[in-house]
């Protein structure tokens, strides 16, 4: 139990440091794609809201109807594949972010591109429109909800455990008086 309760932690860390530096690259990347259109500017940032709304969304979708029928299938969908599974959508999405630089990169070599004032600079950027951003945003929110929220659950069940066990051996009274105050 300590095993899985170690591993977590370790793959959670590394996730949440992996999901940050993407969020990064991929705000960079949005700043040379266009954002300006004919009635309306996008924020290069705001493109992150299609991350929370697959996370809302799916959290109940997977909860109230993916797993258990899954689990009626007598498919073996544990807490660890889960998490495997996340891990590799997370891969798909770096990958989707390559493929959509290559297509950007192409399309400003070849001529096409704007200018245009983003965080108050002047680029010259491709006339590949942001939004070709959105599934590799969306593939992030999938694999939170595979790998976070089932992350979540691993550590909350494993400090049951351990506050379960030291209760039955009488070290949990003791741990927690350590911690009263004493005044």
Same mark, same amino acid.
């Given at each position: 139990?300590?095993?899985?309760?170690?591993?977590?932690?370790?793959?959670?860390?590394?996730?949440?440091? #992996?999901? !940050?530096?993407?969020?990064?690259?991929?705000?960079?990347?949005?700043? %040379?794609?266009?954002? @300006?259109?004919?009635? #309306?500017?996008? *924020?290069?940032?705001?493109?992150?809201? #299609?991350?929370?709304?697959?996370?809302?969304? !799916?959290? &109940?979708?997977?909860?109230? $109807?993916?797993? &258990?029928?899954?689990?009626?299938?007598?498919?073996?969908?544990? &807490? !660890?594949?889960?998490?495997?599974?996340?891990?590799?959508?997370?891969?798909?999405?770096?990958?989707?972010?390559?493929?959509? @630089?290559?297509?950007?990169?192409?399309?400003?070599?070849?001529? $096409?591109?704007?200018?245009?004032?983003? #965080?108050?600079?002047?680029?010259?950027?491709?006339?590949?429109?942001?939004?070709?951003?959105? *599934?590799?945003?969306?593939?992030?929110?999938?694999? @939170?909800? !595979?790998?976070?929220?089932?992350?979540?659950?691993?550590?909350?069940?494993?400090?049951?455990?351990? @506050? %379960?066990?030291? $209760?039955?051996?009488?070290?949990?009274?003791?741990?927690?008086?350590?911690?009263?105050?004493?005044?």
């Amino acid at each position: 139990m300590v095993i899985v309760f170690v591993v977590t932690v370790v793959v959670y860390l590394l996730l949440l440091l #992996f999901m !940050l530096q993407m969020q990064t690259t991929f705000l960079i990347q949005a700043t %040379y794609m266009r954002l @300006e259109f004919e009635t #309306f500017t996008i *924020p290069a940032a705001s493109l992150s809201i #299609f991350d929370m709304i697959a996370v809302l969304v !799916l959290i &109940p979708i997977m909860d109230h $109807g993916v797993y &258990p029928l899954v689990s009626y299938c007598s498919i073996s969908f544990t &807490p !660890l594949r889960r998490i495997g599974v996340g891990m590799l959508l997370v891969s798909a999405s770096v990958i989707v972010a390559g493929v959509v @630089e290559i297509q950007r990169r192409n399309t400003w070599i070849d001529g $096409g591109f704007c200018m245009q004032t983003v #965080f108050g600079e002047t680029r010259n950027a491709s006339s590949v429109n942001v939004f070709w951003q959105i *599934p590799q945003f969306v593939l992030i929110g999938v694999s @939170e909800v !595979l790998t976070v929220v089932t992350g979540m659950q691993i550590l909350y069940l494993t400090t049951l455990t351990i @506050e %379960y066990l030291l $209760g039955v051996l009488g070290i949990r009274d003791n741990w927690q008086n350590n911690f009263r105050d004493k005044g």
